[in-house]
């Protein structure tokens, strides 16, 4: 019996990356923000910022990733920051922008979207609620809601943590 061989690119062709990343916690300059350094640093997996970037399927002459993520307007804000920890809900905004290239550490291919799945993460952005409580809606449900609408995979980041940040 003979078996049937893919290579990834027949199978794959046509849809575009999703990617996971993670960067430091914006944080008030001073000691918040050597703090939030030295956590992201350390692999500090709580204290991290997360999000979504889509790479296209089609690459252009100037194609570029698209980065997706959610976080407070004003990150920097001491009074944001002590409102936020308090759990109470603060003005949240969806951020998109360009990147010439993935990032080289803490960047994990999660899967292939179908279809569009910039369209697809524009659509999901019109429907999220921009209210922000840490722990209940911010940035790792808004990955883990976004990696859902364009993959299917459920709870990505948990998925991430539980295997040390191996995809």
């Known amino acids: 019996m003979s078996s049937l061989s893919f290579t990834k690119s027949s199978l794959t062709r046509g849809k575009d990356e999703v990617y996971v990343a993670a960067v430091a916690l914006r944080a008030t300059k001073g000691p918040a ?28 002459l100037n194609s570029q990733a698209t980065v997706f993520d959610f976080q407070p307007e004003d990150p920097e804000d001491i ?15 969806v951020l998109t922008r ?25 659509e999901f952005n019109n429907t999220w609620e921009v209210d ?22 459920k709870l990505v980041l948990e998925h991430l943590r539980s295997n040390g940040g191996q995809s």
């Open 33 to 60: 923000q050597l703090f939030m350094s030295a956590a992201y640093s350390l692999g500090v997996w709580d204290l991290q910022h997360f999000m979504v970037i889509i790479k296209p399927s089609a690459p252009h």
């Open 79 to 93: 009074y944001t920051a002590l409102a936020a920890l308090s759990g109470r809900a603060v003005p949240g905004v």
């Open 98 to 122: 360009k990147l010439r290239k993935l990032p080289r550490s803490r960047c994990w291919f999660v899967g292939y979207g179908e279809g569009d799945a910039v369209d697809k993460a524009y």
């Open 132 to 153: 922000l409580r840490v722990g209940l809606h911010d940035c790792r449900h808004y990955t883990n809601g976004l990696v859902e609408q364009l993959t299917g995979e």
